[in-house]
T-cell receptor, first 117, second 116 residues
Framework: DVKVTQSSRYLVKRTGEKVFLECVQD?????MFWYRQDPGLGLRLIYF???????EKGDIPEGYSVSREKKERFSLILESASTNQTSMYLC????????????????FGPGTRLLVL | AQTVTQSQPEMSVQEAETVTLSCTYD???????LFWYKQPPSRQMILVIR??????QNATENRFSVNFQKAAKSFSLKISDSQLGDTAMYFC?????????????FGTGTRLQVTL
């Protein structure tokens, strides 16, 4: 089974702090994603990566950055946390069979609930 | 840009009954995938069912089946013989096919409560 893990289930930070959220997958997936989940808004894509050191902005990248130095690890960085970044953050990964052009299902981690005070 | 609409924020069903969750989407693409994900309370998001747009046959997974109407851009989920463990938030999602990683566009979710 695919396993996607996130470094923390709950996190409390102060406004202005730099925050790191870590995600690790153990299935050698090329693609990794960061979403935030808010009530009434569903999940919205922040950033994604399709290879090591490669990244693309999602729908709401402002205030966030990402890092992917190793294939299995994808980090989300809040450079200066603000209260409007209080949310649930979900990481996901998927396999991309480039030759066949098959897009595989995304598998999700358990989520990190971040509270910024 | 793609949009996904789930018009039922909350639904309730009795155990052993059947319930249908609605989802509509808007796209100009011809090739895409559609998904239903389930998020139980305080638990991990998991895939329920997946449908490739080029397939005319509706996907089924045990008690879960979809009604995929491509022309109407509708993708509803039917849960038969509902069980207490089906209580969860259900998200409909659209995936446009690209040359690299393909993003999911989610609806706002339907909270399903299964009661005794």
């Amino acid at each position: 089974d695919v396993k996607v893990t996130q470094s923390s289930r709950y996190l409390v930070k102060r406004t202005g702090e730099k925050v790191f959220l870590e995600c690790v997958q153990d299935m050698d997936h090329e693609n990794m994603f960061w979403y935030r989940q808010d009530p009434g808004l569903g999940l919205r894509l922040i950033y994604f990566s399709y290879d090591v050191k490669m990244k693309e902005k999602g729908d709401i990248p402002e205030g966030y950055s990402v890092s992917r130095e190793k294939k299995e690890r994808f980090s989300l960085i809040l450079e200066s946390a603000s209260t409007n970044q209080t949310s649930m953050y979900l990481c996901a990964s998927s396999l991309f069979k480039g030759v066949a052009g098959i897009q595989e299902t995304q598998y999700f981690g358990p989520g990190t609930r971040l509270l910024v005070l | 840009a793609q949009t996904v609409t789930q018009s039922q924020p909350e639904m309730s069903v009795q155990e052993a009954e059947t319930v249908t969750l609605s989802c509509t989407y808007d796209t100009s693409e011809n090739n895409y995938y559609l998904f239903w994900y389930k998020q139980p309370p305080s638990r991990q998001m998991i895939l329920v069912i997946r449908q490739e747009a080029y397939k005319q046959q509706n996907a089924t997974e045990n008690r879960f089946s979809v009604n995929f109407q491509k022309a109407a851009k509708s993708f509803s989920l039917k849960i038969s013989d509902s069980q207490l463990g089906d209580t969860a938030m259900y998200f409909c999602a659209f995936m446009k096919l690209t040359g690299t990683a393909s993003k999911l566009t989610f609806g706002t979710g339907t909270r399903l409560q299964v009661t005794l």
